[in-house]
């Protein structure tokens, strides 16, 4: 699966993991994503997207339609 929201746009953050020695080694940081299914009532269809935690926050917000439109008009097929 993909780790990046659909909403947000939210990747892995990358950097180094460093020990009591100092040593550094690479690790990443990866978003609170999840596939959620989300009904939308003008297409009479759901929609799977693939969202971060803050991504369901601004659905809550804005209205999954509000969402759908965003994401349309950057190109997004849903």
Not at 22 to 41: A, S
Not at 42 to 47: A, D, F, K, L
Request: net charge positive; charged share 30%.
């Amino acid at each position: 699966m993909s780790s990046i929201c659909d909403v947000t746009g939210k990747k892995p953050a990358f950097g180094n993991s460093v020990s009591h020695s100092h040593r550094r080694t690479r690790r990443r940081w990866d978003p609170n994503v999840q596939r959620r299914r989300y009904f939308v009532p003008s297409e009479g269809r759901h929609v799977r997207l693939t969202v971060s935690a803050t991504g369901i926050r601004i659905i809550d917000r804005d209205g999954i339609e509000a969402v759908v439109a965003r994401l349309r008009t950057r190109g997004v097929k849903l």
